[in-house]
């Protein structure tokens, strides 16, 4: 059975800190790998990765893939209050008809 | 900027009456998704579209049905609404073959 584990589940840190949020996956056959961010409301799109070893960078938040390893990482750099919030991944298996495979997310707590 | 409105916010119905949820988005997607958020399971699929009077179960949809009458609207309905199914209720759009799937603000529904 499809599954994506993210860890750790819940994290506080101090503001200017750097963090790294993880995401594993056992899907059959792989297409691409999704992180979304969710504060009080609907989550919002961050990245789509398809591609080992290439970065996707948005200001202090970047992201990257292992397809050999089969997860993903989520680095925010110089966190701020303004990035608690739970950061979900979610991961497509291209032979599900497009529905995505989702984790539990993990909850970002950044202290100021 | 993709906007995906719900019809409440949040929503008080009793036992065994029949809930609509309604779902809107105006950038003219293919693709529109019903999921349920709740505390340690996640986003779980109830039902998906990828067009119009078109319609996909998905992980859980018993209790639940959908309708498409118009590519821009996609209604969630509890026939007879039932306390294990309070919950928030997040819908989502996406375009055509894109992975990519964007959120609207939820409806939080209290079945009592």
């Known amino acids: 059975e499809d599954k994506v584990v993210q860890s750790p589940l819940s994290l506080v840190v101090h503001e200017g800190d750097t963090v790294t949020l993880n995401c594993s996956y056992e899907?059959?056959?792989?297409?691409?790998l999704l992180w979304y961010k969710q504060e009080k409301k609907a989550p919002t799109f961050l990245f789509m990765l398809t591609s080992s070893g290439i970065e996707k960078k948005s200001g202090r938040l970047s992201s990257i893939l292992d397809k050999k390893e089969l997860f993903s990482i989520l680095n925010i750099t110089a966190t701020q209050t303004g990035d608690s919030a739970v950061y979900l991944c979610?991961?497509?298996?291209?032979?599900?008809?497009?529905?995505?495979?989702w984790g539990l997310g993990t909850s970002l707590a950044v202290n100021p | 900027d993709v906007k995906v409105t719900q019809s409440s916010r949040y929503l008080v119905k009793r036992t065994g009456e029949k809930v609509f949820l309604e779902c809107v988005q105006d950038m003219d997607h293919e693709n529109m998704f019903w999921y349920r958020q709740d505390p340690g399971l996640g986003l779980r699929l109830i039902y998906f579209s990828y067009d119009v009077k078109m319609k996909e179960k998905g992980d859980i949809p018993e209790g639940y049905s959908v309708s498409r009458e118009k590519k821009e609207r996609f209604s969630l309905i509890l026939e007879s609404a039932s306390t294990n199914q309070t919950s928030m209720y997040l819908c989502?759009?996406?375009?055509?073959?894109?992975?990519?799937?964007?959120f609207g603000p939820g409806t939080r529904l209290t079945v009592t």
């Open positions: 979610a991961v497509v298996n291209a032979g599900n008809n497009r529905k995505l495979i």
């Open positions: 899907v059959t056959n792989f297409r691409s």
């Open positions: 989502a759009s996406g375009q055509g073959s894109s992975y990519e799937q964007y």
